[in-house]
């Protein structure tokens, strides 16, 4: 019903950037919140950026001044660049959406399946 595909995931240098895109498709009346988590392995998920349909923004601490998220309403997608990016970022980053399928339904928690992110020193 609702999809949510990931790309641009890689292997880079320590200091190098990657862009990642999420598209969403499907039934969508209105998408909410868009953002990007991660897991590392061994590790639990964690929020890395979201941003809402109002255009606000929020990133985690450890990726302020080096990632940046963006959305484009119109395509329904969301991009996350990153760079500068260090050993410590490697991880398997997923895309998640909470989306509206009809016109006064309630949202729904999407996940992409996920794009590996691997940074070496």
């Known amino acids: 019903q609702v999809q949510l595909v990931e790309s641009g995931g890689g292997l880079v240098q320590a200091g190098g950037s990657l862009r990642l895109s999420c598209a969403a498709s499907?039934?969508?009346?209105?998408?909410?919140?868009l953002g990007w988590y991660r897991q590392a392995p061994g590790k639990q998920r964690e929020l890395v950026a979201v941003t809402t349909s109002a255009g606000s923004t929020n990133y985690a601490d450890s990726v302020k001044g080096r990632f940046n998220i963006s959305r484009d309403n119109a395509k329904n997608t969301v991009h996350l660049q990153m760079n500068n990016l260090k050993p410590e970022d490697t991880a398997v980053y997923y895309c998640?959406?909470?989306?509206?399928?009809?016109?006064?339904?309630?949202?729904?928690?999407?996940w992409g399946q996920g794009t590996q992110v691997t940074v070496s020193s």
């Open positions: 499907g039934r969508i009346f209105s998408i909410n919140a």
């Open positions: 998640n959406a909470h989306i509206v399928r009809v016109l006064r339904g309630p949202p729904y928690d999407y």
